[in-house]
């Protein structure tokens, strides 16, 4: 049938440069779903290291899988250049492996992981654990924790609480071992009113530990893989200190990057996403340029410009409400009152999570944003550190030493983000 070895490390070469080239054009709208695509083919094919005669009926199907998952996204990703270079890679493998564009499709599959890989390797290096790596006489890590939910309301790692508007692309986490960037939209056309509907955390390589890996959440797609299909690290030897758990599927994810300490809860609420991290205060401050992290929100907070002052909102709405209507298949009008009696039932201490639900309730009308409020509570009681500090009582309005957003572009990003 024409296949050999060559073919073989040509198709698997194409597929292992692609999440790559993914993460350097990405889709062009949050509706293009070329990424899933490809995370389902890599997955499906990922077991062989070449691919002989007797694979071809199983690589074909995969490939068959792969193209009818790309047309059924073709409307929504013209113009993507990340779409466009996969139909092609799919028609050139068709032909060199022989594959009919008739024929079975298969199920999607996550990789699964090689047997005795379910837990943690006991022989792991023990830089690979960052508690194990603390001598005895050394003292206990010292952690902290950053949310983002809502319309959106930022906790930061010195428990800063703000309300920020950051429409468009912005870097929560930027450091040595993990990059953080969500995008925020208009809860409704024309609103100031913006909420998380995609988030991207790029692990960098460390040592023996883990290989770079991508992952990325949007708006109705919440992955329980990273962007290679993977669950884990790589192929390391301390692979496995980089896992992704499904606890609710479609809707709660944890990812435990246990060398470097770090716990990341993602959830998608309604139609957004919120996101939580418990992270060592060494790996939180491990940047090349402290004074150059303006706009390391879960560090800086927001710039000033950026920032929403709740009590001003609430004085200009007095008890009248805003006439803000929630989903189109259940409008809802509140007024503070009525705002204040729904938060209740799921936060029934007035704290700064109770006052954002409020806020929230009044800009959008969108009654998941009362239970956004309620898992971003949740996620702190299990991460914060300091239970003494679980409620925050007064919102932080300040702008901290480089802290600024340059004038007429908020969006501006950091070096890497610029260049991908």
């Not at 969500?182 to 390589?205: M, Q």
């Not at 990341?264 to 957004?272: C, E, H, P, S």
């Amino acid at each position: 049938m024409g296949m050999g070895r060559r073919a073989g490390s040509t198709a698997l070469g194409f597929f292992q440069i692609l999440p790559v080239f993914l993460c350097i054009f990405p889709a062009a709208t949050s509706q293009c779903k070329i990424l899933k695509c490809n995370s389902e083919f890599w997955a499906a094919t990922s077991g062989s290291h070449h691919l002989g005669t007797e694979e071809a009926p199983e690589f074909c199907t995969a490939l068959r899988t792969y193209a009818h998952c790309t047309r059924r996204t073709a409307r929504t990703c013209r113009g993507d250049l990340a779409y466009h270079s996969a139909v092609h890679g799919i028609d050139d493998l068709m032909v060199q492996h022989n594959c009919s564009k008739d024929g079975p499709t298969s199920q999607p599959r996550l990789r699964t992981l090689p047997p005795g890989d379910s837990q943690e390797r006991s022989d792991s290096p023990e830089i690979c654990h960052y508690e194990k790596s603390f001598h005895k006489h050394s003292a206990p890590p010292n952690y902290t924790h950053c949310g983002l939910f809502g319309d959106p309301h930022l906790r930061t790692f010195t428990d800063s609480f703000q309300t920020c508007k950051v429409q468009g692309a912005w870097p929560l986490i930027d450091n040595n071992y993990l990059n953080v960037q969500v995008t925020n939209t208009p809860v409704l056309p024309g609103s100031s009113a913006t909420a998380t509907t995609k988030l991207t955390i790029i692990f960098k390589s460390f040592q023996e530990c883990v290989d770079q890996k991508v992952y990325q959440a949007e708006m109705d797609e919440l992955p329980a893989a990273f962007a290679d299909g993977s669950k884990n690290g790589g192929d390391k030897h301390g692979a496995n200190s980089l896992k992704i758990t499904e606890k609710v599927s479609g809707q709660h994810i944890e990812i435990q990057a246990k060398y470097i300490g770090t716990t990341i809860v993602v959830r998608q609420v309604g139609r957004y996403l919120t996101f939580a991290v418990r992270m060592p205060e060494e790996v939180v401050n491990a940047v090349e340029d402290r004074d150059n992290q303006g706009l390391y929100l879960c560090l800086r907070g927001c710039p000033l410009n950026q920032q929403i002052d709740f009590k001003t909102f609430r004085s200009a709405q007095g008890t009248e409400g805003l006439a803000g209507k929630g989903p189109l298949t259940s409008p809802e009008f509140f007024t503070y009152e009525t705002a204040m009696a729904k938060c209740r039932e799921k936060l029934p201490v007035e704290d700064l999570y109770f006052q954002s639900c409020v806020f929230d309730l009044l800009t959008t009308g969108d009654v998941n944003f009362t239970l956004a409020a309620y898992y971003a509570f949740e996620d702190v009681k299990m991460l914060h550190s300091n239970k003494d500090k679980l409620h925050l009582y007064e919102r932080t309005r300040e702008l901290s030493p480089g802290n600024t957003a340059p004038s007429g572009h908020p969006r501006a990003l950091p070096a890497l983000w610029v260049a991908l």
